[in-house]
C-alpha cells in the first residue's frame, strides 16, 4: 500500500511559479511509475505529466509542455510538479498518482494509488 500527500498548491497571479511535491509513504516508489493529473471544477480529471522509475521517460499533455517538469527523488520518495508561466487554465485540484510498473502512463485506470490532491488557482 503507498500512501500520497500532495503538497505546495495555492494562489499565484498569471505568469507565475509553483512547486508541487508528492510525498509517498508505506512503500517505497522507486519501482513504480508516477503521474499527476488535475481536475478543475466541472470536467472530468485529466493527466498532466507522467515520469517513468528512473526519472529516465517522461511524458507531458500538450498544453503544459515547456512549462512543467516532472521530477522525483527516489531516495526522498517523492515526485515533484514544476510549474512556470501559469496561466488561469491551469487552475484545478492537482493531484499524484502512482502505478505499478518502471513505465509512464497518460491513462487515468492504470494508476492503483491517488493521493487528495492540492488546489492551484491561478488569478488573471
Known amino acids: 500500500q503507498v500512501q500520497l500527500v500532495e503538497s505546495g498548491g495555492g494562489l499565484v497571479q498569471a505568469g507565475g511559479s509553483l512547486r508541487l511535491s508528492c510525498a509517498a509513504s508505506g512503500r517505497t516508489i522507486s519501482s513504480y511509475g508516477m503521474g499527476w493529473f488535475r481536475q478543475a471544477p466541472g470536467k472530468e480529471r485529466e493527466f498532466v505529466a507522467a515520469?517513468?522509475?528512473?526519472?529516465?521517460?517522461?511524458y507531458y499533455t500538450e498544453s503544459v509542455k515547456g512549462r512543467f517538469t516532472i521530477s522525483r527523488d527516489n531516495a526522498k520518495n517523492t515526485v515533484y510538479l514544476q510549474m512556470i508561466s501559469l496561466k488561469p487554465e491551469d487552475t484545478a485540484v492537482y493531484y499524484c498518482a502512482a502505478k505499478y510498473g518502471s513505465r509512464w502512463s497518460q491513462w487515468r485506470g492504470e494508476y492503483a494509488y491517488w493521493g487528495q490532491g492540492t488546489q492551484v488557482t491561478v488569478s488573471s
Open positions: 515520469i517513468s522509475w528512473t526519472g529516465g521517460s517522461t
